[in-house]
Structure formats: structure tokens, C-alpha cells
Antibody
Framework: DVLLVESGGDLVQPGRSLRLSCEASGFIFDDYAMHWVRQAPGKGLEWVSS????????GYAASVKGRFTISRDKAKNFLYLQMNSLRPEDTAFYYC???????????????WGQGTLVTVSS | QSVLTQPPSASGTPGQRVTISCSGSGSNIGSNPVNWYQQLPGSAPKLVMQSNDQRPSGVPGRFSGSKSGTSASLAINGLQSEDEADYYC???????????FGGGTKVTVL
């Protein structure tokens, strides 16, 4: 079975950094794009970032571009999100999501992790 | 304000048909497939409709999807109590070069 387990969520002060990790299992990690989607408490879903199957292509929402970096480690089956210069509006549950295909430019997300909470507050 | 527009709420009695609309533009729904997600209270979202009208394995047959031009819809035929959830549409946007979601529709079973 596909399993995505996020970690790294925490309470951090504005301007600080945080790295989220996602351990993937139950599928051939190298064959699929991966994504991060976030949800502020009580709010809707927001696409954050995507990476293609071979790390050759990445994409970011305008709200995080230049501050967040997505990456993947095919040897360890891990997806990462490095978040710098965090702002209070980044407070949200961050979901690690498996793409349906190898392309990063798709909104078809067939498996989701349970999410990790990032709280940005002084 | 979400790029894709959904009604905030929809409701029906058990057994009724409920339809949720999703409106976009030429750079997203008009150019790319639409996917739908169901989020039960306290849970992660789940894909319930893929590529406009394809039901993933395990999704009940009472769920159906369609797309026309820059709009899409998700229908639930024979509404059941376990269908009470938030539903989100999503598409890739070629102009933004990113994924976009609707604001979500809360479906209530009366």
C-alpha cells in the first residue's frame, strides 16, 4: 500500500527556516511526480510546489516562490520542502502528495499523507 | 479569492442528486483536466474524480464528473450520509504554471 509520512512541522518564529520531510513507500518513487499542498486551519486547499519524477522540473506557487525549495532523494525515497523566511500566513497543515504521473504539471494527486502542522508565530 | 469558483455549500436528502459546479478560465479548466477531491472532517483529502470523468478505483459509482469548456461539475447520485464532506475541484493553470484549487463546497446531507 502507498504510504506517505510527513515530519518536521513545528512552531517557528517569523523569518526563521524549517525543513519538511516526507517518507514514501509502497510504490516506485522514481516513477512519479511529487507535490506539496497546504491547508490553513479551517480554510481551503492551496497548491504549494511540485517536482517531476527525475527532479528535472519544479514549480512553485507565487506566494512561496523564492522562499521555498522542493527536492527529492531517490535513494532514500524522501521528498523535502525547505522553507525559508517564514511568514505568519505560511501557517498551515502541509500535505505530501503523490502525483498520478511522472510530470510535475498536473493536478491529479492520487495519494495524500496525513499532513504536518507548521505554525509561524512570535 | 480562489482561481476556480465553487459554490460554498450544497445539500440534499438521502437518495437525492447533488451537483457541484467549478468555473475557471481558458488557462486552467479550458486547457487541462479537472480533478475532484473529497475531504471528510479531520481527514486528508481523497481523489474521487480524475481527468474530468474518471472514477479512481474504490470510488462508488454514484459519483460522476463532467467538463464543458471552462466549467466542470461533480454529481453525487443517491446521496448518502457518508458523502457529507468538503469537495474541491483542481486543475493545472498554464498561465500561472501551477496547480489551482476551487474554494471548496461543503455538502450537507439533510
Amino acid at each position: 500500500d502507498v504510504l506517505l509520512v510527513e515530519s518536521g512541522g513545528d512552531l517557528v518564529q517569523p523569518g526563521r527556516s524549517l525543513r519538511l520531510s516526507c517518507e514514501a513507500s509502497g510504490f516506485i518513487f522514481d516513477d512519479y511526480a511529487m507535490h506539496w499542498v497546504r491547508q490553513a486551519p479551517g480554510k481551503g486547499l492551496e497548491w504549494v510546489s511540485s517536482i517531476s519524477y527525475n527532479s528535472g522540473s519544479t514549480g512553485y506557487a507565487a506566494s512561496v516562490k523564492g522562499r521555498f525549495t522542493i527536492s527529492r532523494d531517490k535513494a532514500k525515497n524522501f521528498l523535502y520542502l525547505q522553507m525559508n523566511s517564514l511568514r505568519p500566513e505560511d501557517t498551515a497543515f502541509y500535505y505530501c502528495v503523490k502525483g498520478y504521473s511522472l510530470s510535475y504539471s498536473s493536478s491529479s494527486f492520487d495519494f495524500w499523507g496525513q499532513g504536518t502542522l507548521v505554525t509561524v508565530s512570535s | 479569492q480562489s482561481v476556480l469558483t465553487q459554490p460554498p455549500s450544497a445539500s440534499g436528502t438521502p437518495g437525492q442528486r447533488v451537483t457541484i459546479s467549478c468555473s475557471g478560465s481558458g488557462s486552467n479548466i479550458g486547457s487541462n483536466p479537472v480533478n475532484w477531491y473529497q475531504q471528510l472532517p479531520g481527514s486528508a483529502p481523497k481523489l474521487v474524480m480524475q481527468s474530468n470523468d474518471q472514477r479512481p478505483s474504490g470510488v462508488p459509482g454514484r459519483f460522476s464528473g463532467s467538463k464543458s469548456g471552462t466549467s466542470a461539475s461533480l454529481a453525487i447520485n443517491g446521496l448518502q450520509s457518508e458523502d457529507e464532506a468538503d469537495y474541491y475541484c483542481a486543475a493545472w493553470d498554464d498561465r500561472l504554471n501551477g496547480g489551482v484549487f476551487g474554494g471548496g463546497t461543503k455538502v450537507t446531507v439533510l
